[in-house]
């Protein structure tokens, strides 16, 4: 699947990646240059014309977390869309000429070691610290405008560990 597949008109082509450890936490960080308690989410990010989407997906894994160790478990079924607030559409860097995003999620078991992990990988950093988190508590801890789409992500891909 590229990014000529199917989805909604008016969003931005994503991917988002949900990475289980051995003991069924998940990855997230906490967004880099972005305070409060509401700034944590799973890696995700856009993908290039005529991109494989699951190239992508590996991609943005290793730029932003520097993660390469990792099995595939499974993918969401269909793009997965939330739109932008007006705050991120006055953006003009994020919401420029998109209404939100669509994402298709990838599911992935860590097989490396924590110290695998490089918030600096990539030239611009994503996260500026993260952690291995229950699954049930991701929703508490993401943005409000994403909350809706993580609630999807979670349902579909929970099953896979």
């Given at each position: 699947?590229?990014?000529?597949?199917?989805?909604?008109?008016?969003?931005?082509?994503n991917?988002?990646?949900?990475?289980?450890?051995?003991?069924?936490?998940?990855?997230?960080?906490?967004?880099?240059g972005?305070?409060?308690?509401?700034?944590?989410?799973?890696?995700?990010?856009?993908?290039?014309?005529g991109e494989?989407?699951?190239?992508?997906?590996?991609r943005?894994?290793?730029?932003e977390?520097?993660?390469?160790?990792?099995?595939?478990?499974?993918?969401?079924?269909?793009?997965?869309?939330?739109?932008?607030?007006?705050?991120?559409?006055?953006?003009?860097?994020?919401?420029?000429?998109?209404k939100?995003?669509?994402?298709?999620?990838?599911?992935?078991?860590?097989?490396?070691?924590?110290?695998?992990?490089?918030?600096?990988?990539?030239?611009?950093?994503?996260?500026?610290?993260?952690?291995?988190c229950?699954?049930?508590?991701?929703?508490?801890?993401?943005?409000?405008?994403?909350?809706?789409?993580?609630?999807?992500?979670?349902?579909?891909?929970?099953?896979?560990v």
């Amino acid at each position: 699947m590229t990014t000529t597949d199917k989805g909604p008109e008016g969003y931005r082509p994503n991917v988002g990646l949900v990475v289980f450890n051995a003991e069924g936490k998940v990855w997230i960080g906490h967004r880099f240059g972005v305070s409060g308690d509401y700034a944590w989410q799973f890696p995700q990010g856009g993908v290039d014309e005529g991109e494989e989407l699951e190239a992508a997906s590996l991609r943005e894994l290793y730029e932003e977390t520097g993660i390469r160790s990792v099995t595939p478990l499974g993918r969401t079924k269909d793009w997965i869309v939330y739109d932008f607030p007006p705050e991120v559409l006055a953006n003009k860097r994020i919401g420029k000429n998109f209404k939100g995003q669509k994402q298709i999620w990838f599911a992935y078991r860590f097989t490396g070691q924590d110290s695998e992990v490089n918030l600096t990988t990539h030239g611009e950093q994503e996260f500026s610290r993260w952690e291995w988190c229950d699954l049930d508590s991701v929703i508490d801890r993401v943005v409000h405008f994403k909350r809706d789409s993580y609630r999807k992500v979670i349902a579909e891909l929970r099953t896979l560990v």
